[in-house]
């Protein structure tokens, strides 16, 4: 095991994470862009510049921070109150609207039910889940016209303005997922719109994540995390994250897990095993986690986490979509052409009780 001291060095351009070590290690990088310079930028320099940026920290870190992104503060905050209330209603009421089915993929999940993994062994993932489950509860939301599978909302009465916000949410990360993807493609030497036929279903998950408060005793297990250790599953995630923290994302070069410390009016955007599937490994999936953050004694022996809030919006493409290997991104494929729904329930499948 390597033992070292973090520093976190903030530039307007990017976050520099830097160990002090006795034997020196690459640094990461997690940059920080301003995305309306790609975004709302009328010169084709500037917005070719930026998708190179952020392809050139999607094949490093698979990470970035994207700052002046379009999505208004004032939503973000009412989408956040929103999900606040919903996870204040009683158990029952909850309850009442559980995830079913991996090919729907909506509903309640309660703590416990979900166990994220790297492991697509169902046994595997069910003996990790009995032994150290995540400590989150969630609420999966995804197109509300689906002819097939429906959202399970709760009534107006209970949750006033909950379903509206949400379903304008969903939308706005809609837009801004096509934006990024156009980025990508610029940068990769593509034509801006390469994407857009197969991604404009909107076949997307958003996720409302509640992370209680937990005694430190419970996180102490082997293997116990908010969230173990796992990358996602499409295209893009959209993470919106509050200032408690706790994400981490594991460093390429050392293995070592590094904070991505929450910065004000930023979202947090990584790749997923489909993209970098598509890019035959030329864009990184990076492991990432969710550790609890600095605690409250409540006791002699026993601490407290304080509670967190966070909405990730899972970008897929259409499902109908067959993914190889993108041009300019190799001459071999390492992957056989996969079905995107295909892949995306399969994931799902053994990741759930």
């Given at each position: 095991m390597i033992f070292g001291r973090v520093s976190i060095l903030v530039r307007p351009s990017r976050i520099?994470?830097?160990?002090?070590?006795?034997?020196?290690?690459?640094?990461?990088?997690i940059p920080v862009i301003n995305f309306a310079k790609y975004r709302t930028s009328t010169s084709p320099e500037e917005k070719k510049?930026?998708?190179?940026?952020?392809v050139s920290a999607f094949k490093d870190s698979g990470f970035v921070y994207l700052y002046n992104h379009g999505v208004e503060t004032t939503e973000v905050q009412n989408a956040f109150q929103k999900s606040a209330e919903f996870f204040s209603l009683p158990s029952e009421v909850k309850h009442n609207l559980a995830w079913e089915d991996p090919r729907?993929?909506?509903g309640y999940v309660e703590i416990g039910r979900e166990r994220v993994t790297q492991?697509?062994?169902?046994?595997?993932i069910a003996a990790l889940r009995e032994k150290a489950p995540d400590f989150k509860e969630t609420m999966e939301i995804g197109r509300d016209f689906d002819s097939v599978w429906k959202n399970r909302w709760p009534s107006e009465q209970l949750a006033p303005g909950f379903k509206q916000t949400m379903l304008d949410f969903y939308e706005t990360c809609h837009e801004l997922h096509v934006h990024v993807m156009r980025s990508i493609a610029l940068g990769l030497d593509l034509k801006e719109h390469f994407f857009d036929e197969q991604i404009d279903e909107k076949c997307h998950n958003m996720r409302l994540l509640s992370y209680p408060p937990v005694k430190t005793g419970l996180l102490q297990h082997e293997g116990q995390a908010r969230a173990g250790a796992h990358s996602d599953y499409g295209t893009l995630t959209l993470l919106f994250q509050d200032s408690v923290g706790?994400?981490?994302v594991q460093s390429p070069h050392?293995?070592?897990?590094?904070p991505a410390?929450?910065?004000?009016?930023?979202?947090?955007v990584n790749v997923g095993d489909l993209l970098a599937r598509w890019s035959n490994?030329?864009?990184?999936?990076t492991l990432h986690r969710v550790v609890a953050p600095a605690t409250e004694k409540i006791s002699e022996t026993e601490a407290l986490t304080p509670k967190r809030q966070s909405i990730a919006y899972f970008c897929n493409p259409n499902f109908s979509a067959e993914v190889s290997c993108l041009p300019n991104c190799g001459d071999a494929a390492k992957y056989p052409s996969v079905n995107a729904g295909d892949y995306i329930v399969g994931r799902l499948a053994v990741t759930y009780t």
């Amino acid at each position: 095991m390597i033992f070292g001291r973090v520093s976190i060095l903030v530039r307007p351009s990017r976050i520099i994470l830097k160990r002090h070590l006795s034997t020196p290690a690459p640094s990461f990088t997690i940059p920080v862009i301003n995305f309306a310079k790609y975004r709302t930028s009328t010169s084709p320099e500037e917005k070719k510049k930026t998708a190179d940026e952020i392809v050139s920290a999607f094949k490093d870190s698979g990470f970035v921070y994207l700052y002046n992104h379009g999505v208004e503060t004032t939503e973000v905050q009412n989408a956040f109150q929103k999900s606040a209330e919903f996870f204040s209603l009683p158990s029952e009421v909850k309850h009442n609207l559980a995830w079913e089915d991996p090919r729907s993929n909506r509903g309640y999940v309660e703590i416990g039910r979900e166990r994220v993994t790297q492991s697509t062994d169902p046994a595997e993932i069910a003996a990790l889940r009995e032994k150290a489950p995540d400590f989150k509860e969630t609420m999966e939301i995804g197109r509300d016209f689906d002819s097939v599978w429906k959202n399970r909302w709760p009534s107006e009465q209970l949750a006033p303005g909950f379903k509206q916000t949400m379903l304008d949410f969903y939308e706005t990360c809609h837009e801004l997922h096509v934006h990024v993807m156009r980025s990508i493609a610029l940068g990769l030497d593509l034509k801006e719109h390469f994407f857009d036929e197969q991604i404009d279903e909107k076949c997307h998950n958003m996720r409302l994540l509640s992370y209680p408060p937990v005694k430190t005793g419970l996180l102490q297990h082997e293997g116990q995390a908010r969230a173990g250790a796992h990358s996602d599953y499409g295209t893009l995630t959209l993470l919106f994250q509050d200032s408690v923290g706790g994400l981490e994302v594991q460093s390429p070069h050392t293995g070592e897990f590094i904070p991505a410390v929450p910065i004000p009016d930023t979202i947090v955007v990584n790749v997923g095993d489909l993209l970098a599937r598509w890019s035959n490994d030329v864009l990184r999936s990076t492991l990432h986690r969710v550790v609890a953050p600095a605690t409250e004694k409540i006791s002699e022996t026993e601490a407290l986490t304080p509670k967190r809030q966070s909405i990730a919006y899972f970008c897929n493409p259409n499902f109908s979509a067959e993914v190889s290997c993108l041009p300019n991104c190799g001459d071999a494929a390492k992957y056989p052409s996969v079905n995107a729904g295909d892949y995306i329930v399969g994931r799902l499948a053994v990741t759930y009780t």
